[in-house]
């Protein structure tokens, strides 16, 4: 076993570890945060971030430059996928960091005991980064898998 057939396994089981852990949420989470009032969902929301957000970027950011190394290092028919799982990978973190992420901030700037009666629900707006960031992170895993496979 080489180092791109590790790296390559890597990219793929941290590709899937996001995609996953994005369709859980879109599944499962968001349905249940729609459902709360306002009060509860900015609680909600500040509780489930305090471990999505330091440890969600570790690893996006990390499969993607495992992807980028095997870009230039895996053999030349498979290079390519993992070229695209890259840019596929770099696109859900250019969403969640301009999309996601400050929507995150403004919620959790917000005391639930004392929601300003002029506050605008965000979760419409997070939901539709979130779908499309979870799109794309479900593509990114299919591009490795498949390049996993050709290796």
């Known amino acids: 076993m080489t180092v791109v057939d590790v790296l390559a396994a890597t990219v793929t089981?941290?590709?899937?570890?996001?995609?996953?852990?994005?369709?859980?949420?879109?599944?499962?989470?968001?349905?249940?945060?729609?459902?709360?009032?306002?009060?509860?969902?900015?609680?909600?929301?500040?509780?489930?971030g305090r471990h999505w957000d330091p440890t969600m970027p570790v690893i996006v950011l990390g499969s993607m430059a495992a992807e980028v190394v095997l870009a230039f290092t895996a053999p030349g028919d498979v290079a390519p996928l993992f070229?695209?799982?890259?840019?596929?990978?770099?696109?859900?973190?250019?969403?969640?960091?301009?999309c996601n992420v400050p929507i995150n901030r403004r919620v959790k700037s917000v005391d639930p005991d004392a929601v300003p009666a002029n506050w605008t629900d965000p979760r419409p707006l997070w939901r539709r980064w979130h779908l499309l960031r979870t799109a794309v992170a479900v593509a990114a895993a299919v591009v490795n898998a498949a390049a996993l496979a050709l290796t």
């Open 83 to 98: 070229a695209v799982g890259a840019v596929l990978l770099l696109v859900v973190s250019i969403v969640s960091h301009y």
């Open 13 to 48: 089981v941290t590709s899937g570890v996001v995609a996953g852990v994005l369709f859980a949420v879109a599944l499962s989470v968001l349905p249940a945060l729609r459902a709360m009032p306002t009060d509860r969902y900015v609680y909600t929301h500040k509780l489930i």
